[in-house]
T-cell receptor
Framework: GAGVSQSPSNKVTEKGKDVELRCDPI?????LYWYRQSLGQGLEFLIY????????KSGLPSDRFSAERTGGSVSTLTIQRTQQEDSAVYLC????????????FGAGSRLTVL | GQSLEQPSEVTAVEGAIVQINCTYQ??????LSWYQQHDGGAPTFLSY????GLEETGRFSSFLSRSDSYGYLLLQELQMKDSASYFC????????????FGAGTQVVVTP
């Protein structure tokens, strides 16, 4: 596609529920990132996929968070048993390959946990 | 650990020049990037410095000194539309391309 697409754009859920956030990267981009941005804060690295290699999960804050990338394209970030502190904007970005330095971000998924 | 330090907010008038500094301490360093984010929008790429020196792109310039672990973004001829948050980001790995972001600097442009 023309850009990075994320869905849903807004999600309101109750504490304890599971949520799934989806990211469609730019076609042909081999690298995909998930970041979290709390209100007025910077971008917190969560996880990174590069081609067929094992992902870098070093930023996932707890075992309630997981992500997968199917077929080297679409990625899903899953948050189990959501907590109020999970409320944030979840940003996905993609990049063309190992030599490139430009991340293209999606508009984000705003998650609110009540 | 990783740390990127940048000022939280800068205010300036239209037409002025603003410099946003970024100092970093990271486990690896393979380049410094800058991103702009308007309220409610996605971060968008502005510039990248892999080597020491100044890179100029229109009204925006970015500088890097690897020996000082320091860089800056220079915004010239400020316009109201430049009101946004600006993030520095360090590429901390080479082949894997992992990027660590700073907390951002809110630039407020006044008439």
């Amino acid at each position: 596609g023309a850009g990075v697409s994320q869905s849903p754009s807004n999600k309101v859920t109750e504490k304890g529920k599971d949520v799934e956030l989806r990211c469609d990267p730019i076609s042909g981009h081999t690298a995909l990132y998930w970041y979290r941005q709390s209100l007025g804060q910077g971008l917190e690295f969560l996880i990174y996929f590069q081609g067929n290699s094992a992902p870098d999960k070093s930023g996932l804050p707890s075992d309630r968070f997981s992500a997968e990338r199917t077929g080297g394209s679409v990625s899903t970030l899953t948050i189990q048993r959501t907590q109020q502190e999970d409320s944030a904007v979840y940003l996905c970005a993609s990049r063309t390959g190992s030599g490139a330095n430009v991340l293209t971000f999606g508009a984000g998924s705003r998650l609110t946990v009540l | 650990g990783q740390s990127l330090e940048q000022p939280s907010e800068v205010t300036a008038v239209e037409g002025a020049i603003v410099q946003i500094n970024c100092t970093y301490q990271t486990s690896g360093f393979y380049g410094l990037s800058w991103y702009q984010q308007h309220d409610g929008g996605a971060p968008t790429f502005l510039s990248y410095n892999g080597l020491d020196g100044l890179e100029e792109t229109g009204r925006f310039s970015s500088f890097l000194s690897r020996s000082d672990s320091y860089g800056y973004l220079l915004l010239q001829e400020l316009q109201m539309k430049d009101s946004a948050s600006y993030f520095c980001a360090v590429r901390v790995t080479d082949s894997w391309g992992k990027f660590q972001f700073g907390a951002g600097t809110q630039v407020v442009v006044t008439p």
